[in-house]
């Protein structure tokens, strides 16, 4: 048995073959067949003492279900440790109950996925109010990684003017924008965001002197319906903004819905390719293998027989 390899479900079989060879490992795609009553058979390739597991977890049901099978035919084949490398990770949003009923799916998934995996490692999960991801993964490790180094590189090597101004969407962008911002040189400022729904917001900026005739880069971590970008950039361009372009860390959206983000006044938007997206152009292969170095360096201890 080999000591350490990666699996990958089939949706993030791209992202997770650029993974296993900045690692030096193997890297197998777990085959998915689904049956005639919409049941699924999970087929995994011969487990390694330590199994890295890639999946991104966009559309995360069928997925979820995926792992769990793929988790249960690992363990059975001898894998002693199973790490689970999620760049866009479920249900977190909901981390408490804001109605009589609701469930809290934080909760819910981070209990789940602490029973099938020992590691979790994401990038920019989206806690709202939970400060620490590992209070969500009771008994295993987890890590929250920032694509802000990733992102910085990126913009830096294409190139950016110096008298633009980074802008998060909200009060919880702050610590992303802020590490951004510094990274680059920059000047940053936070909109006040006020959600009347799920697409219905309004944007408004404490210091609109500081936005007149500066570029301007809206920066957030989840961009799912395109509600906030596109209100941010039009509030962006009515202030005299010279140009807008967007980055974000997850594109949840359709991909149609580019062309609307244009009419809106975005000049660009790029994304980091922990979700596959055809705006795509930040790598994370790096930072992800960063945080998984130690598992390369470390073989996991043998059973033992007395």
Same mark, same amino acid.
């Given at each position: 048995? @080999?000591?350490?390899?990666?699996?990958?479900?089939? @949706?993030?079989?791209?992202?997770?073959?650029?993974?296993?060879?900045?690692?030096? !490992?193997?890297?197998?795609?777990?085959?998915?067949?689904?049956?005639?009553?919409?049941?699924?058979?999970?087929?995994?390739?011969?487990?390694?003492?330590?199994? %890295? $597991?890639?999946?991104?977890?966009? +559309?995360?049901?069928?997925? *979820? %279900?995926?792992?769990?099978?793929?988790?249960?035919?690992?363990?059975?084949?001898?894998?002693?440790?199973?790490?689970?490398?999620?760049?866009? !990770?479920?249900?977190?949003?909901?981390?408490?109950?804001?109605?009589?009923?609701?469930?809290?799916?934080?909760?819910?998934? =981070? #209990?789940?996925?602490?029973?099938?995996?020992?590691? %979790?490692?994401?990038?920019?999960?989206? $806690?709202?109010?939970?400060?620490?991801?590992?209070?969500?993964?009771?008994?295993?490790?987890?890590?929250?990684?920032?694509?802000?180094?990733?992102?910085?590189?990126?913009?830096?090597?294409?190139?950016?003017?110096?008298?633009?101004?980074?802008?998060?969407?909200?009060?919880? @962008?702050?610590?992303?924008?802020?590490?951004?911002?510094?990274?680059?040189? *920059?000047?940053?400022?936070?909109?006040?965001?006020?959600?009347? =729904?799920?697409?219905?917001?309004?944007?408004?900026?404490?210091?609109?002197? $500081?936005?007149?005739?500066?570029?301007?880069?809206?920066?957030?971590? %989840?961009? @799912?319906? #395109?509600?906030?970008?596109?209100?941010?950039?039009?509030?962006?361009?009515? $202030?005299?903004?010279?140009?807008?372009?967007?980055?974000?860390? +997850?594109? !949840?959206?359709?991909?149609?819905?580019?062309?609307?983000?244009?009419?809106? =006044?975005?000049?660009?938007?790029?994304?980091?390719?922990?979700?596959? +997206?055809?705006?795509?152009?930040?790598?994370?292969?790096?930072?992800?293998?960063?945080?998984?170095?130690?598992?390369?360096?470390?073989?996991?201890?043998?059973?033992?027989?007395?």
């Amino acid at each position: 048995m @080999s000591t350490v390899a990666l699996q990958t479900l089939p @949706s993030s079989a791209d992202a997770a073959k650029r993974l296993a060879a900045r690692l030096g !490992l193997a890297c197998d795609e777990i085959a998915l067949h689904r049956f005639p009553d919409d049941e699924m058979r999970v087929t995994v390739a011969p487990a390694a003492e330590t199994t %890295i $597991l890639h999946a991104s977890l966009d +559309h995360p049901d069928d997925k *979820l %279900i995926a792992l769990l099978f793929a988790a249960e035919a690992l363990r059975r084949g001898g894998a002693k440790r199973l790490v689970l490398v999620a760049p866009y !990770l479920c249900y977190m949003r909901q981390d408490a109950a804001f109605h009589a009923g609701e469930a809290i799916s934080q909760r819910a998934i =981070g #209990g789940l996925l602490a029973t099938v995996v020992d590691r %979790i490692v994401t990038v920019d999960a989206h $806690l709202h109010r939970t400060p620490d991801i590992r209070s969500v993964f009771p008994g295993i490790e987890a890590d929250n990684l920032s694509a802000m180094p990733a992102i910085a590189k990126a913009l830096a090597a294409a190139g950016i003017a110096p008298s633009t101004v980074v802008i998060g969407p909200d009060a919880e @962008s702050e610590p992303w924008v802020n590490d951004l911002a510094g990274r680059l040189g *920059l000047q940053h400022t936070v909109a006040r965001k006020t959600r009347h =729904g799920d697409r219905s917001v309004e944007i408004t900026f404490a210091d609109p002197a $500081l936005l007149a005739r500066r570029p301007a880069l809206l920066v957030d971590d %989840i961009v @799912s319906s #395109g509600t906030t970008l596109t209100v941010a950039a039009k509030a962006l361009n009515a $202030l005299g903004a010279t140009v807008v372009d967007a980055v974000v860390t +997850h594109a !949840l959206f359709p991909p149609a819905m580019v062309a609307a983000l244009a009419d809106a =006044g975005i000049r660009s938007i790029r994304s980091a390719d922990g979700v596959p +997206h055809p705006t795509n152009a930040i790598a994370l292969d790096e930072l992800l293998a960063s945080a998984l170095e130690r598992e390369i360096n470390t073989v996991p201890l043998r059973e033992t027989t007395t």
